[in-house]
C-alpha cells in the first residue's frame, strides 16, 4: 500500500526565515511526487512534479527536490504570502492514475 | 483551459437529510473525475471516482453515493446525512494519461 508521511504538521516562519517541509514516501514503484498549494477553504493548487531521484523544480521562493525515499520543499525568504497548507502525493507505476495524499503541513509566515 | 465548477459552495444540513453537491467541469472531454473530502486535520480521502459516464468506483463504504449522468458532470448524494458526513468536498478531474489533478474550490458541508 502507498504510504506518505508529511512532517512537520505545522510550521511557523518569520518573513525571510528560510525552512524545508519533508514528504517522505512508499510506493511500489514512483510514476510520479507531485505538490500543491492549498489555501484556507479553497481547493489545492498544483505546484510541482517530480519524476525521478534527483530532479529539482523552481518556482519563485520555493524548490522542490526528490530523492528515492523523500522530498523536500524548500522555502528561501518566505513571505505572509506563502502562508499556505502544502501536500505531497505520490502515483504509483501501473494501476490507475489515482494518487495518495499525505495529510499536508500548514504553514504560517509571519510579517 | 480546465475548470471545474462546485456547488453550492457551503451547506448546512440536519441529520438525516438528503444531500447533493454537484461538479461540473469545462474545457475538457471524457476526463477522469473524482470526489475527496477533507476533514479538519486530516488529508485528502478519496471517496470516488469516475473515467467515464455511468462508471464509479467507490473508494470507501460509506453513506455516500456519486454519479456521472454526463461526461462533464459528477453528483455526489447522501440520502440521509450523518454528523461524520461533516467536512470539505473537492471535485477533481485529470485527463486520460495525464498525471495533475485540478480542483475544484470544494463545498463545505456541516451536518448539524
Known amino acids: 500500500e502507498d504510504q506518505v508521511t508529511q512532517s512537520p504538521e505545522a510550521l511557523r516562519l518569520q518573513e525571510g526565515e528560510s525552512s524545508s517541509l519533508n514528504c517522505s514516501y512508499t510506493?511500489?514503484?514512483?510514476?510520479?511526487l507531485f505538490w500543491y498549494r492549498q489555501d484556507p477553504g479553497k481547493g489545492p493548487e498544483f505546484l510541482f512534479t517530480l519524476y525521478s531521484a534527483g530532479e529539482e523544480k523552481e518556482k519563485e521562493r520555493l524548490k522542490a527536490t526528490l530523492t528515492k525515499k523523500e522530498s523536500f520543499l524548500h522555502i528561501t525568504a518566505p513571505k505572509p504570502e506563502d502562508s499556505a497548507t502544502y501536500l505531497c502525493?505520490?502515483?504509483?507505476?501501473?494501476?490507475?492514475?489515482?494518487?495518495?495524499f499525505g495529510r499536508g503541513t500548514s504553514l504560517i509566515v509571519h510579517p | 483551459s480546465q475548470t471545474i465548477h462546485q456547488w453550492p459552495a457551503t451547506l448546512v444540513q440536519p441529520v438525516g437529510s438528503p444531500l447533493s453537491l454537484e461538479c461540473t467541469v469545462e474545457g475538457t472531454s471524457n476526463p477522469n473525475l473524482y470526489w475527496y473530502r477533507q476533514a479538519a486535520g486530516r488529508g485528502l480521502q478519496l471517496l470516488f471516482y469516475?473515467?467515464?459516464?455511468?462508471?464509479i468506483s467507490s473508494e470507501v463504504p460509506q453513506n455516500l453515493s456519486a454519479s456521472r449522468p454526463q461526461d462533464r458532470q459528477f453528483i455526489l448524494s447522501s440520502k440521509k446525512l450523518l454528523l461524520s458526513d461533516s467536512g470539505f468536498y473537492l471535485c477533481?478531474?485529470?485527463?486520460?494519461?495525464?498525471?495533475?489533478?485540478?480542483f475544484g474550490a470544494g463545498s463545505r458541508l456541516t451536518v448539524l
Open positions: 502525493a505520490v502515483q504509483a507505476q501501473g494501476g490507475s492514475y489515482i494518487p495518495t
Open positions: 469516475s473515467v467515464g459516464i455511468g462508471q
Open positions: 477533481a478531474l485529470n485527463g486520460a494519461g495525464a498525471n495533475v489533478l485540478t
Open positions: 510506493v511500489s514503484g514512483l510514476r510520479g
